[in-house]
């Protein structure tokens, strides 16, 4: 009897891996069948006879397997195998796919991926602005990742900077506690909080439950909210407080090719793009103000066609995109922003901070919140455990229903913060025990919903 391969799954004429394949497949995930092919993998599971086993050719063993081959999805962690390196398992990512060393792809590929930091432009530091009131703006949480780079921003460099806080209805105790901490620790720095209007939030988080499953808009919708306040002020840079592992799951999710993480260090083709925006009687853009365009030009109006057809597009943010259209009230002046900005080239440039880097070499998350503590008035959760996401209530159940959207073929987007927290394990300073811990009972890999799900089912339409 031939089956399927667990994981993969035929769409019409193509068969699709939900998971993460072990390289050298790590980015072959899609198969293009002939029409006959096709129907003959539809009519599985049944014995096949040898014309037709020669008929499917290169499937056979990989994507078309007997019984005894096929793989079971396990149920709980209990099941689960492990990476023998980090905490990558394949009950977090159904359809993780292991090396003949047991190593994951994140593993494995580790030699190849070390030097993919961010698709920005990487600094550790920015110069003093003689045009602006403040030297860079900061989308701060009150959350481990951005309160410690307030912190290196703001006291171990010295600038002056704006941080910009969101306010959602999730927002954690510990990180509200955090943010009034912060504003003691750190007089120099002015904060400024913004929120939606309660019926425009409503119209949001409703359209972002009916599409996603969850209401995880965060930074998108804070660049919408202060974009217009960075180019007014002409604020030079902007940053947001990045675990170093988020931006490397971009990379292992299909999001970002290798070619975006160099994007940024490429002259000759930004030299060519500058080109062809002088021709067109616009000035040309520095490094990060192209990144920030984009970005911005993304929230405000949508994927490029260019980036639709390469099949990159990013799921998590097209979503937010169709949602954040119900805000019109701030969509508007927002979309008017971007393209006064563009004309104009008064475009704070998008930059990111490494924090491995910063840190001497490992962001070590016990070291990093002992710094927090004692010097930036952070409050930590409840459960010492959490360490991943710390600044927002929903976490769980972002975790929860990108989880089970994955699972059921629903999605194939890998839940982020399953990638996330395989990466941070490798060299985050806590034991693989400590990782465990945290993936078990504080993330959302659960077979029912958290019961923080009831927050967000309030703003279902």
């Known amino acids: 009897m031939y089956h399927i391969q667990n994981r993969w799954r035929l769409e019409g004429r193509v068969l699709r891996y939900y998971g993460m394949r072990r390289p050298p497949f790590l980015f072959k995930n899609e ?8 129907a003959l993998i539809s009519s599985l599971p049944r014995e096949l006879d ?7 050719g290169s499937l056979i063993g990989e994507q078309i397997v007997t019984e005894k081959d096929l793989r079971r999805s396990p149920e709980g962690f209990e099941d689960a195998v492990f990476c023998v390196n980090c905490c990558a398992n394949d009950y977090m990512i159904p359809g993780l796919e292991f090396d003949v060393e047991g190593r994951c792809p994140m593993c494995a590929s580790a030699d190849e991926t070390r030097e993919l930091v961010a698709v920005l432009p990487v600094v550790e530091s920015v110069p003093v602005s003689d045009v602006s009131e403040y030297d860079i703006a900061l989308f701060y949480t009150g959350g481990k990742d951005s309160t410690y780079l307030l912190y290196y921003l703001s006291k171990k460099l010295g600038l002056r900077v704006l941080a910009l806080t969101w ?24 904060f400024v909080s913004r929120k939606l209007e309660d019926g425009e939030m409503r119209r949001v988080y409703g359209k972002l439950l009916s599409i996603a499953g969850n209401t995880c808009a965060c930074p998108s919708l804070a660049y919408v909210l202060f974009y217009e306040d960075l180019v007014r002020l002409r604020v030079p840079y902007f940053a947001a407080g990045n675990e170093p592992a988020q931006a490397l799951g971009l990379y292992f999710n299909h999001f970002a090719p290798r070619i975006a993480f160099t994007f940024a260090g490429n002259k000759p083709l930004n030299f060519m793009l500058n080109v062809g925006r002088v021709l067109t009687l616009r000035p040309p ?9 984009m970005a911005m030009k993304q929230l405000a109006f949508g994927d490029s066609p260019v980036k639709r057809i390469a099949g990159y597009g990013d799921e998590l943010v097209s979503n937010i995109v169709i949602a954040i259209s119900e805000a019109e009230s701030v969509m508007k002046p927002f979309r008017q922003a971007v393209k006064r900005s563009s004309r104009s080239g008064h475009i704070p440039a998008f930059v990111h901070f490494d924090l491995n880097s910063i840190c001497g070499g490992s962001y070590d998350w016990e070291k990093v919140k002992k710094t927090l503590v004692e010097e930036c008035g952070w409050v930590p959760p409840a459960d010492s455990g959490k360490a991943l996401h710390t600044s927002c209530k929903i976490e769980r159940c972002k975790d929860y229903t990108q989880f089970v959207r994955f699972r059921d073929y629903k999605s194939s987007m890998i839940p982020f913060s399953a990638i996330e927290i395989s990466l941070a394990s490798r060299n985050c300073g806590r034991t693989r025990e400590q990782m465990i811990y945290e993936m078990r009972e504080i993330l959302g890999f659960t077979g029912n919903p958290p019961c923080e799900c009831a927050l967000m089912e309030e703003y279902k339409k």
């Open 50 to 56: 040898a014309r037709e086993v020669r008929a499917l």
């Open 167 to 190: 306010e959602i209805p999730f927002m954690s105790d510990s990180a509200r506690a955090s943010i009034e901490g912060a504003k003691l620790a750190f007089p120099g720095v002015r």
């Open 31 to 38: 198969v293009k069948l002939p029409a006959k092919k096709a």
């Open 285 to 293: 853009l520095k490094n990060g103000q192209r990144q920030t365009l």
